[in-house]
């Protein structure tokens, strides 16, 4: 990113693992950055580190309840959510909650600003895929009862409002389509699969595969979702684009790759498989590649090896 003048950008979630690479990444490029967070997942570290920034302010706060900021605010980027199935399926209304009222709170913060507005959306929106590979104009096929369905539909609803906001109160919008993102940062108990597999790999026990390990995901290092964010931020783009690596992988190659570079004799074990999970996930990242001169960089190994040590005990 290269420097630009100071101007102000309000991250809502910004100390959870996302948000906090782009608090730092942002701070970098000479913006000044406040963070709203209510601290229900994220890790306070990733703030605190933070801190002694100048233009950095923490503001401990649940999104769902009015946002008040004073002075000019540039951008509005609203991160805040419950991305990890432990973590959405432990809190599933306060996923709902952050996905509606805190979308509705972080909108009329952006209009009131006449700030742009950009939401964190996510693979989600597509379920349990039909459609493979997945292009941002497939409606998705979603189970909203299911034990996902909170957020999934906690997305699908926000993608919704923001566009409803672009068509009647004209407000500049963006809508970023996360697909699995890894990286240093995350939490060892974040419950998704490359912590998971990191964690268990390095502490000698069994690799918990779900099913038998043929579902696929498309996993993209945080650097290169932080840059295709930062194009998108600064695009003129309004309808939704797809960020994340289209390499895909089977759960079962994930977990060998893990143990070569780790040097595990960990083995792997097999459970159940959970209720929803879908069976493919991987992205059509042609929008992104032609409109924001982007894709990622960072193949696979090279981003798990550049995360490991982040978990190391």
Not at 231 to 257: C, W, Y
Not at 276 to 289: E, F, G, H, L, M
């Given at each position: 990113?290269?420097?630009?003048?100071?101007?102000?950008?309000?991250?809502?979630?910004?100390?959870?693992?996302?948000?906090?690479?782009?608090?730092?990444?942002?701070?970098?490029?000479?913006?000044?950055?406040?963070?709203?967070?209510n601290?229900?997942?994220?890790?306070?570290?990733?703030?605190?580190?933070?801190?002694?920034?100048?233009?950095?302010?923490?503001?401990?706060?649940d999104?769902?309840?009015?946002?008040?900021?004073?002075?000019?605010?540039?951008?509005?980027?609203?991160?805040?959510?419950?991305a990890?199935?432990?973590?959405?399926?432990?809190?599933?209304?306060?996923?709902?909650?952050?996905?509606?009222?805190?979308?509705?709170?972080?909108?009329?913060?952006?209009?009131?600003?006449?700030?742009?507005?950009?939401?964190?959306?996510?693979?989600?929106?597509?379920?349990?895929?039909?459609v493979?590979?997945?292009?941002?104009?497939?409606?998705?096929?979603?189970?909203?009862?299911?034990v996902?369905?909170?957020?999934?539909?906690s997305?699908?609803?926000?993608?919704?409002?923001?566009?409803?906001?672009?068509?009647?109160?004209?407000?500049?919008?963006?809508?970023?389509?996360?697909?699995?993102?890894?990286?240093?940062?995350?939490?060892?108990?974040?419950?998704?699969?490359?912590?998971?597999?990191?964690?268990?790999?390095?502490?000698?026990?069994?690799?918990?595969?779900?099913?038998?390990?043929e579902?696929?995901?498309?996993?993209?290092?945080?650097?290169?979702?932080?840059?295709?964010?930062?194009?998108?931020?600064?695009?003129?783009l309004?309808?939704?684009?797809?960020?994340?690596?289209?390499?895909?992988?089977?759960?079962?190659?994930?977990?060998?790759?893990?143990?070569?570079?780790?040097?595990?004799?960990?083995r792997?074990?097999?459970?159940?498989?959970?209720?929803?999970?879908?069976?493919?996930?991987?992205?059509?990242?042609?929008?992104?590649?032609k409109?924001?001169?982007?894709?990622?960089?960072?193949?696979?190994?090279?981003?798990?090896?550049?995360?490991?040590?982040?978990?190391?005990?």
């Amino acid at each position: 990113m290269s420097k630009v003048s100071a101007k102000r950008a309000v991250i809502t979630g910004g100390a959870g693992f996302i948000g906090a690479h782009l608090c730092r990444s942002l701070l970098g490029s000479g913006y000044k950055v406040i963070c709203i967070d209510n601290f229900i997942t994220a890790a306070a570290g990733n703030s605190q580190s933070l801190a002694k920034n100048k233009n950095f302010t923490l503001i401990k706060q649940d999104i769902c309840k009015y946002i008040d900021i004073p002075g000019k605010v540039d951008y509005v980027l609203h991160c805040a959510s419950l991305a990890s199935p432990e973590d959405y399926l432990h809190f599933p209304i306060q996923t709902l909650k952050a996905g509606s009222l805190g979308t509705h709170n972080s909108l009329g913060l952006a209009k009131t600003k006449k700030a742009v507005f950009m939401l964190f959306s996510t693979s989600e929106v597509y379920g349990d895929p039909l459609v493979h590979p997945q292009k941002e104009s497939y409606w998705g096929n979603v189970n909203p009862i299911g034990v996902r369905g909170c957020y999934d539909e906690s997305k699908r609803f926000a993608e919704a409002l923001t566009m409803a906001y672009r068509r009647v109160h004209k407000l500049d919008t963006k809508i970023a389509r996360i697909f699995n993102t890894y990286g240093p940062g995350m939490r060892s108990n974040d419950g998704r699969v490359i912590p998971n597999f990191i964690c268990q790999a390095l502490h000698n026990k069994p690799l918990t595969v779900y099913g038998r390990g043929e579902q696929t995901r498309s996993f993209c290092y945080i650097d290169d979702l932080i840059e295709g964010l930062y194009r998108l931020m600064l695009s003129s783009l309004n309808e939704p684009v797809n960020l994340g690596n289209p390499h895909e992988f089977t759960i079962l190659q994930l977990a060998g790759l893990v143990l070569k570079i780790t040097g595990s004799k960990s083995r792997i074990i097999f459970k159940k498989l959970p209720q929803d999970d879908p069976r493919q996930r991987r992205p059509d990242i042609s929008k992104a590649k032609k409109a924001l001169k982007w894709e990622p960089q960072i193949p696979l190994s090279a981003g798990l090896k550049k995360t490991i040590p982040w978990f190391k005990p």
